[in-house]
T-cell receptor, first 113, second 108 residues
Framework: EAQVTQNPRYLITVTGKKLTVTCSQN?????MSWYRQDPGLGLRQIYY???????DKGDVPEGYKVSRKEKRNFPLILESPSPNQTSLYFC????????????FGPGTRLTVT | GENVEQHPSTLSVQEGDSAVIKCTYS??????FPWYKQELGKRPQLIID?????GEKKDQRIAVTLNKTAKHFSLHITETQPEDSAVYFC???????FGQGTELSVKP
């Protein structure tokens, strides 16, 4: 089954404790990205990757890191989480960039206390 | 940068009525115009999309129309059903920026 998976689905952590949210897709998609979703603000892109070893900042990259060592995986790293990073996070992938359907993962609800 | 606006932000209709949501964008280079549906607690999913060389596309009860000159595209849902209740996002391509969404409520 073609899908995007994320782990964990829910996470409660404390300020400053490094965490990683994993994202994996099995569709051989070149493009992957991370979004955060906050009430009233819609979906905002954090980082994206056009292909392996190619990443770039989205609209709200501060406080986040990513890597793309393999085509299928695109982890999101919060090295020192803060309460303002409490949000719902979605990973997405597409065949090749922005002009193709985005397939979203199930979401990760993160709470930073 | 790209400016995307959706109207209305909330929409309530009776079951069986039609619903129309409009998305206005600023980047004239955009050439891909998708609409996503997000049900409560779930991930966004593409419901229909259109490319700039086409003015209208229809898929059963859902249609999208594009006016490139005026820089807007609209989602049309006919014969609405309660399961159409969700938040709908437009995301004009080129640079993928989602609008803030329209919350559609279909009352039985």
């Amino acid at each position: 089954e073609a899908q995007v998976t994320q782990n964990p689905r829910y996470l409660i952590t404390v300020t400053g404790k490094k965490l990683t949210v994993t994202c994996s897709q099995n569709m051989n998609h070149e493009y992957m990205s991370w979004y955060r979703q906050d009430p009233g603000l819609g979906l905002r892109q954090i980082y994206y990757s056009m292909n392996v070893e190619v990443t770039d900042k989205g609209d709200v990259p501060e406080g986040y890191k990513v890597s793309r060592k393999e085509k299928r995986n695109f982890p999101l790293i919060l090295e020192s989480p803060s309460p303002n990073q409490t949000s719902l996070y979605f990973c997405a992938s597409s065949y090749r960039g922005l002009s193709y359907e985005q397939y979203f993962g199930p979401g990760t609800r993160l709470t930073v206390t | 940068g790209e400016n995307v606006e959706q109207h209305p932000s909330t929409l309530s209709v009776q079951e069986g009525d039609s619903a129309v949501i409009k998305c206005t964008y600023s980047d004239s280079a955009s050439n891909y115009f998708p609409w996503y549906k997000q049900e409560l607690g779930k991930r966004p999913q593409l419901i229909i999309d259109i490319r700039s060389n086409v003015g209208e596309k229809k898929d059963q009860r859902i249609a999208v129309t594009l006016n490139k000159t005026a820089k807007h595209f609209s989602l049309h849902i006919t014969e609405t059903q309660p399961e159409d209740s969700a938040v709908y996002f437009c995301a004009p391509g080129g640079k993928l920026i989602f609008g803030q969404g329209t919350e559609l409520s279909v009352k039985p």
